[in-house]
């Protein structure tokens, strides 16, 4: 990208920064309603390294252990279920119950079985990632080209390699399409969790900032797990792309 | 149509070399079919079972019978009725708020280069974020009741909407668009004539994704705020650990979203009878 057409892009986003420092400052809005970015910068200073660092290293320990163990076995028991009729009557009447739940529903259910501290906060994220995975390897395995394993099985393919090298790469556009819908359903969650009770974790902070009175630094936490959550989805299509170079 | 026939809703048949082999293949089909039903049916009277025989304990899973019952009460006393009113209520307003806003916006960042250049940007960081971290703001600017839960909803639900109007609307075939003005169509007639319906397969499936988010962040809103609603009774009930009420809650929630995503289906459907995707599953 060149230096202008990223100036180009850059643009809108220096405008209404501008624009937002400007109202503040001249007290046009209330500075409790809109804090300038300076002083949101001054508090992300004042916070970064003490609090809203470990804060966030709370809650992004939380997201990643759920995360880590949801993917595998979510793409796992996706495909299982896809390709093998006794774990399909097994699971998919299980996974055709969870999918149109709205999985904040979850966080009272989490609460009463674990409490408020870590273990319910991973099992919310780990239960609410898991169900988009597990769709989405399975319409992804269950939509393969019957074409792709006629030819795989007729050049004397047994059925793991079958799996292996047909299902499982045919299917991946859509596994990672699904990881991302998961990533972006476990800064919700976890987010949302922390907010409505937690003990430590970004959400937490905010809430604790914002009921003291504290807005530029409530700005500060928002805007760094916003970061967070941005990069974390770039991050996602950044190794989609790598995964899928080879379809090109 | 032999496919059609073959396919039946089992996966990985639906091909004339299934079809021939014959009994084996129709007992996959039974098993297939009436699987699903005894795996459920296993599954509530083994949580029944483990619940009655207090083998789990009960505050951590109430039996089957008491939850069912408990729904029931909720239904009777008139309190599921509101709650799932309220609760609808205000995803529904925030789902019309970001289906206008966000079609709107969509339409006019296809077409304009001036609001696609500002929009672009922005779009690209808030798509991906996780917007219900703003919800401390909303309260702070929009106060403590529907107003900001219904404006919370809608910001979190446009972007995709948004998205998905852009790209439909982008991917519209030139030619169609040609056709109609060289048949001397004005600018707002190729708009609704042309340009909105062939968008609007793509656009729906914004609007099919966008509904189920409005439903989480709603119950998010209702347990972090209070207020009434389904998120509000769950979490009132999780606080006084009252498990079955908890349960109840999942049960009731879970009926509202499934009723919601197959209506948003019988929408699509209906919206699209022109379009190939419907008449060619009516051929089944």
Not at chain 1, 19 to 37: I, K, Q, T
Request: neutral net charge; glycine residues 8%; charged residues 15%.
């Amino acid at each position: 990208m060149t230096a202008g057409l990223l100036l180009s892009r850059a643009m809108p986003l220096v405008i209404l920064a501008l624009a937002w420092e400007a109202a503040a400052r001249s007290g046009m809005v209330s500075e409790y309603a809109l804090p300038s970015l300076s002083s949101i910068a001054a508090s992300f200073v004042k916070l970064a390294g003490s609090d809203l660092y470990y804060h966030t290293a709370r809650s992004i320990w939380r997201g990643l252990l759920a995360f880590v163990v949801a993917v595998p076995l979510g793409i796992a028991s996706g495909i299982l279920i896809a390709w093998f009729l006794p774990v399909r009557i097994l699971l998919k009447p299980v996974l055709q119950c969870l999918y149109p739940m709205p999985k904040s529903a979850l966080i009272p259910l989490t609460i009463i079985w674990l409490g408020i501290g870590d273990a319910s906060k991973i099992s919310l994220i780990f239960l609410g990632t898991l169900v988009p995975i597990v769709m989405s390897a399975f319409n992804g395995a269950r939509g393969v080209d019957q074409t792709l394993l006629w030819t795989a099985r007729s050049l004397g393919a047994t059925e793991r390699e079958v799996l292996w090298e047909v299902v499982v790469p045919a299917a991946l556009p859509e596994i990672m399409n699904g990881i991302r819908t998961a990533l972006a359903l476990c800064f919700i969650l976890m987010v949302s969790a922390e907010l409505i009770i937690a003990n430590d974790g970004i959400g937490y902070l905010i809430n604790l900032l914002g009921e003291a009175g504290d807005y530029a630094g409530m700005f500060a936490g928002v805007i760094t797990i916003s970061a967070i959550g941005f990069a974390a989805d770039r991050a996602c299509v950044a190794l989609t792309r790598w995964l899928l170079a080879w379809r090109e | 149509m032999t496919q059609a026939l073959d396919a039946n809703g089992a996966p990985f048949a639906g091909t004339l070399g299934s079809r021939l082999r014959g009994d084996a293949e129709r007992w996959r089909y039974a098993l297939e079919a009436i699987g699903p039903f005894v795996t459920i049916g296993v599954i509530l009277i083994a949580w029944e079972v483990l619940a009655r025989q207090q083998i789990v304990m009960p505050f951590l899973l109430p039996a089957m019978s008491v939850v069912v019952a408990r729904v029931f009460e909720d239904l009777v006393s008139g309190s599921l009725l509101y709650d799932t009113a309220v609760t609808l209520y205000r995803a529904f307003a925030a789902f019309a708020i970001a289906a206008v806003v966000g079609i709107t916006l969509g339409l006019l960042i296809a077409r304009l280069a001036a609001v696609r250049w500002f929009f672009d940007p922005l779009l690209s960081i808030g798509l991906p974020m996780p917007k219900l971290a703003l919800l401390p703001i909303f309260m702070l600017w929009f106060g403590l009741f529907d107003m900001s839960k219904i404006l919370m909803v809608a910001f979190s639900a446009s972007f995709q909407i948004i998205i998905a109007t852009w790209a439909a609307t982008q991917s519209v075939e030139k030619e169609l668009v040609w056709s109609a003005r060289s048949l001397g169509a004005s600018d707002r007639q190729t708009l609704w004539e042309v340009v909105l319906p062939a968008a609007l397969p793509q656009v729906l499936t914004g609007l099919q994704i966008a509904l189920p988010i409005c439903l989480i962040v709603a119950l998010v809103t209702e347990m972090i705020m209070g207020g009434g609603g389904l998120g509000d009774t769950m979490l009132q009930s999780a606080r006084y650990v009252d498990s079955p009420g908890v349960f109840a809650g999942i049960v009731e929630i879970g009926f509202v979203g499934f009723f919601c995503i197959k209506g948003m289906e019988l929408l699509r459907r209906r919206l699209l009878a022109w379009h190939q995707e419907v008449q060619k599953e009516g051929a089944r």
